[in-house]
């Protein structure tokens, strides 16, 4: 039995599923894959999965094996890969986290040019707004947009998403359309709340204008945790948006959102790639960051001096 195609075959079988699925992924005939399999669970003498006719499952032995299975089959390629004569290809798996609707609008549509261009990377895409422990769920690392709290962290800035004010044209017919910020604090009129991760509330919003410097909370009936939650509730007309400028483009273009308090300035929001401290930037994580750069600063390149 080869030691590394047997760990290989049951990281595989685990992530697929089945052991169907896993002998696909690896050109391999299910009788292999089962076989592998079996000669690990006979050479560790412990059970490492539950099979039954429709699902396979971890044994406790089995989960806590494929966590040392997984990271030593990672630092494998990370090995392999730093080495000149395999720098040019990257390969293996990639764990990141990113925003929902820069997921949907800016990464993913450019995603088939990334895998032409490294086409041995396999990434596994999180899309959430919300905290994640990068090294208890093992993410490479997460794309997140305002300063990091986590001074921890390393983090490079990949760019700076310019904000404004919107709201559908549905929702101004029936309230009216504000002509000040404060007006979002003490009238009739509602904004949509996005529920921030890292406090699980709803941050005020600092809006300028010349000398005027003023913070809007607003009022509202719904309040969300999701980047794609927020702006569809805005589109339905349930309140008042602050937009990074990616995300509203289209609809504007489209009449589905107007701009509001266009004379008001509000400070660009910085967008970076975080990623575990002390950890070896594998190339493939480089090339995915230098990626992420390279898109962000076609969207929401840099404005502010760098900071990191």
Not at 79 to 103: I, Q
Not at 200 to 217: D, F, N, T, V
Not at 261 to 270: A, G, N, T, V
């Amino acid at each position: 039995m080869d030691r590394f195609d047997a760990m290989q075959a049951f990281a595989r079988v685990v992530e697929a599923g089945s052991f169907t699925k896993a002998a696909e992924t690896l050109h391999m005939s299910k009788t292999s894959v089962t076989q592998l399999v079996q000669q690990l669970e006979a050479r560790l003498r412990v059970k490492l999965l539950n099979r039954t006719t429709r699902k396979v499952n971890l044994t406790a032995d089995g989960a806590a094996y494929y966590e040392r299975v997984v990271r030593l089959l990672d630092d494998l390629d990370d090995v392999e890969t730093s080495l000149s004569s395999a720098s040019a290809m990257p390969r293996g798996r990639l764990r990141v986290d990113v925003p929902s609707p820069l997921a949907r609008m800016i990464l993913l549509p450019a995603l088939p040019a990334f895998h032409a261009r490294y086409p041995d990377i396999q990434l596994d895409m999180g899309v959430s707004d919300r905290i994640v422990d990068l090294i208890g769920k093992k993410v490479d690392c997460v794309v997140r947009g305002g300063e990091l709290t986590d001074q921890s962290l390393m983090a490079r800035r990949v760019g700076d998403l310019q904000l404004g004010v919107y709201a559908a044209p549905s929702y101004l017919a029936r309230l009216g359309t504000p002509t000040h910020p404060r007006e979002l604090e003490d009238s009739h009129h509602r904004i949509v709340g996005f529920l921030w991760a890292r406090t699980g509330k709803a941050l005020p919003y600092a809006m300028h204008r010349g000398a005027e410097g003023i913070h809007i909370h607003g009022r509202y009936v719904l309040a969300v945790d999701d980047g794609n939650a927020y702006l569809a509730a805005g589109l339905a007309g349930m309140g008042v948006l602050w937009l990074p400028d990616y995300m509203a483009k289209a609809h504007v273009a489209q009449g589905e959102l107007l701009p509001l308090f266009e004379d008001w300035r509000l400070e660009s929001m910085p967008l970076y790639v975080a990623f575990p401290p002390n950890r070896h930037i594998s190339i493939k994580l480089r090339v995915f960051i230098d990626w992420v750069a390279e898109l962000m600063a076609q969207h929401a390149p840099i404005t502010r001096p760098h900071q990191q």
